[in-house]
């Protein structure tokens, strides 16, 4: 009897020394790891927020002979004392540089609540047309030459911006994205980062966005965001480029987003994944 009152003791301290313990030491919550599924409100205007401004702009093309209009997205406290990164935002086809913010995107609100989070820094956000229409070219795929050496030169020279790759992005859904794989993989030397979400059926050919077979991509590469829903009749597209990406050892997160479609209901956790994942690659590094 006396032994057995002994254990039940002895248990009884080491319990209350373990609970002592527990009850005493500081509480360490990990952060979730991305990408993940944002909470309700992410996309939403908040009036306790700082909000950055959304202007247009008017530049001179000389991939269109003619001047176009794009939309750019200037965090809260912008000031020209400052050097900034820049994502260029890319829409789907049938949309303009309107999608991403008034269009549905809601990229202006999402960028305006992580930084006010503390989850990213300021940044810059573009948004250019994805159609530059010219004689004897197709409008699609001559975005590559307006957005290249058109419209970044007009920001670098108009905004306090970085001009190097390290800080500056690529991005886009559906059209978008397969215009982000297809200017952004041939040009590493422009772009260290490059995300798109639902990517559609102009994604170039695994040969031509890896005209070398993958191994300036597997070294300069800083970021490589994938992204689709599962009930999206699209996935294929950028499957392929993310199973090439894998064969090759290519760096890259392939999100699926389970029982979604082709939708803002995958776009806009996407880029609030990708500018969060820029954050960490280093894209506002000073």
Known sequence: MKENTKRISSFLLIFAMLMSFIWSAP????????????????????????????????????????TRRAKIYLPAGYTKNTKYSVMYLLHGIGGNEDNWTTGGGSVHYIADNLIAEGK?????????NCTAAASGVDQYENVTNDILYNLIPYIEKN???????????ISGLSMGGGQSFNIGLPNLDKFAYIGTYSAAPNTHSNEALFPDGGTKAKQMLKLFFISYGTNDSLISFGTRVHNYADSKGISNI???LNGRGHDWSVWKPSVWNFLQLLEQRGFNAK
Do not use: E
């Not at 001009?163 to 992005?169: E, F, I, N």
């Open 120 to 128: 990213i820094s300021p940044s810059i956000i573009v948004m250019p």
């Open 27 to 66: 509480m360490t919550v990990a952060a979730a790891s991305l990408p993940t599924i944002p909470a309700n409100g992410f996309d939403s205007y908040k009036a306790n927020v700082k909000h950055g401004t959304i202007q247009y702009i008017n530049y001179y093309s000389n991939a269109t002979k003619s």
């Open 254 to 256: 392939y999100w699926l």
């Open 159 to 169: 905004y306090s911006v970085y001009t190097d790759r390290d800080h500056r992005a």
